[in-house]
């Protein structure tokens, strides 16, 4: 009787010295060789009809026409073809067009009006993590080229955009798959080098709400790459982990166990 109970007692103790040390070194030796995952593959480049996105999406319809009407939106698809560039669009939506009063389009010259059409593209396909880097490049030339250079600014995530006349971000991603990106932004995007630098004061910019950035960033980080170290302690991965500790538990159970079946007999 003397014999079982301290049996007992040892298998016990064994299996509380021997399970825990060995469940956290398990743990952090997973840890440490959990692999990287790799990068998701590049979609493979296809023909994109810039003409078809702007139709179905938005509604973008004056941005179209005024593309259309100058013979611009040849010059976008057909850097949009070209698969090793490819093209960024800002696309402002009606809404914009309407209420943008001052200073009017209606009396533009036809060369101003395709040149305010060029200046909403960049000759390269950006996405939206890929801007962080732009912020930092200082102004960045536009397809209508020379003096008409865009300044971007990452805000929590944000991009932001100025022109000099337009103070504007980018509200939502409509399409961005290499070769082409096509981006809503809040405003017409009007370059100095039509409008002069004879800007009207702003209206004082309401202050930012608090809950805005988290949001957005939580967006814009949706494509980056810097998602796989946040991949990499996700609940998913753990869970092999649990498993495996759970299992190096089990396995001391029954090793303590047969000891102690060893003993009675
Ligand atoms: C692109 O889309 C427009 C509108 O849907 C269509 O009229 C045009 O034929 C298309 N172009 C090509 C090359 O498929
Ligand atoms: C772009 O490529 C499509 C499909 O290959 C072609 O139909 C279209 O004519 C091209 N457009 C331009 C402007 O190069
Ligand atoms: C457009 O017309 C307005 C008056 O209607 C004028 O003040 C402005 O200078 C004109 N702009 C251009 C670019 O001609
Ligand atoms: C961003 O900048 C970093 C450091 O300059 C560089 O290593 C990286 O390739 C850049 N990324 C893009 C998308 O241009
Ligand atoms: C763009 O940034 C440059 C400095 O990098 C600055 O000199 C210029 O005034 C900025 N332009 C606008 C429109 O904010």
Redesign the pocket.
């Known amino acids: 009787m003397e014999r079982i109970t301290m049996t007992l007692f040892l298998a016990t103790t064994l299996l509380m010295l021997s399970g825990s040390p060995l469940v956290n070194a398990q743990k952090k030796k997973s840890h440490v060789a959990s692999p990287t995952p790799s990068p998701a593959p590049a979609p493979a480049p296809e023909y994109v009809n810039i003409t078809e996105l702007l139709s179905v999406a938005g509604p973008f319809h004056t941005f179209l026409n005024y593309l259309q009407s100058t013979k611009v939106i040849e010059t976008f698809q057909n850097q949009a073809n070209d698969t090793e560039e490819g093209i960024t669009l800002f696309v402002p939506k009606d809404g914009a067009f309407s209420s943008l009063k001052k200073p009017s389009l209606t009396n533009l010259t036809k060369d101003q009006l395709k040149q305010l059409c060029l200046f909403h593209a960049l000759p390269h396909y950006?996405?939206l993590?890929?801007f962080?880097?732009?912020s930092?490049a200082g102004p960045v030339n536009t397809f209508a080229g020379g003096d008409y250079t865009l300044n971007f600014t990452d805000v929590s995530g944000t991009i932001h955009m100025t022109s000099g006349w337009s103070i504007t971000k980018i509200s939502s991603s409509v399409f961005s798959t290499r070769p082409v990106a096509l981006y809503q932004v809040d405003k017409v995007l009007l370059p100095e080098a039509i409008f002069g630098t004879d800007i009207p004061p702003m209206p004082a910019p309401a202050p930012a709400p608090v809950i805005a950035p988290a949001a957005a960033d939580a967006d814009a980080d949706a494509d980056s790459p810097a998602d796989v170290t946040k991949a990499g302690k996700s609940p998913a991965s753990s869970t092999p982990l649990d498993a495996s500790a759970s299992s190096q538990v089990m396995g001391n159970l029954v090793l303590a166990l047969a000891g102690v079946l060893v003993m009675f007999l």
């Open positions: 950006y996405s993590s890929e962080r880097n732009l930092h």
